[in-house]
């Protein structure tokens, strides 16, 4: 359902009655599934740093988020994520502003083994948002060498509107 108001939308909201207590049925305690076990292979990294070039006027915040390695112990399966993010501008220039976000998720168990990588950067003109986005996965084979089994691209442009 698609609802275009062309301003604010304001719902009705209504107010609590004595008598809804008696009419709702108790929920419980809240559940949830076991703690799954893993053991950690691998400790990650995490930091959030600025850089200011003087010379350039650029700044850039880093976003490390290395979840470093681990196996799921029932299974057997290990799982590596890791995410870095740079977000930057110069000066008063709004349309130096830049986002770039690369992640890595790798899935292995046995002698299967798998790669995902993608990146995403966002930029803008006068008139544009302008998204360019990559999808890479492999199979990791150490004896036979990696194989890119899937890989998309996107270049999108989207009108400012005023923003």
Same mark, same amino acid.
């Given at each position: ?47 959030? #740093? %600025?850089?200011?070039? !003087?010379? +350039? ?5 880093? =976003?490390?988020? @290395?979840?470093?390695? /681990? ?45 995902? #990588? %993608?990146?995403?950067? !966002?930029? +803008? ?5 302008? =998204?360019?986005? @990559?999808?890479?996965? /492999? ?25």
């Amino acid at each position: 359902m698609t609802v275009s108001t062309g301003g604010t939308l304001i719902l009705p909201v209504r107010p609590p009655r004595d008598e809804d207590d008696a009419r709702l049925r108790d929920l419980g305690e809240p559940r949830a599934a076991e703690k799954l076990a893993v053991t950690r292979l691998r400790h990650g990294e995490h930091h959030w #740093r %600025t850089v200011r070039d !003087l010379e +350039s006027g650029t700044s850039t915040l880093e =976003i490390v988020d @290395d979840q470093g390695s /681990f196996r799921i112990d029932e299974i057997g399966t290990v799982v590596s994520r890791a995410t870095r993010e740079w977000f930057s501008f110069r000066g008063n220039d709004v349309n130096s502003a830049r986002g770039e976000t690369q992640t890595v998720r790798r899935y292995e168990r046995d002698d299967w083994r798998t790669e995902v #990588r %993608t990146r995403t950067v !966002l930029t +803008s003109t006068a008139t544009d948002f302008v =998204i360019t986005a @990559d999808l890479d996965a /492999f199979e990791l084979d150490a004896a036979h060498g990696d194989r890119r089994v899937y890989s998309q691209n996107w270049h999108r442009r989207i009108p400012r509107q005023l923003v």
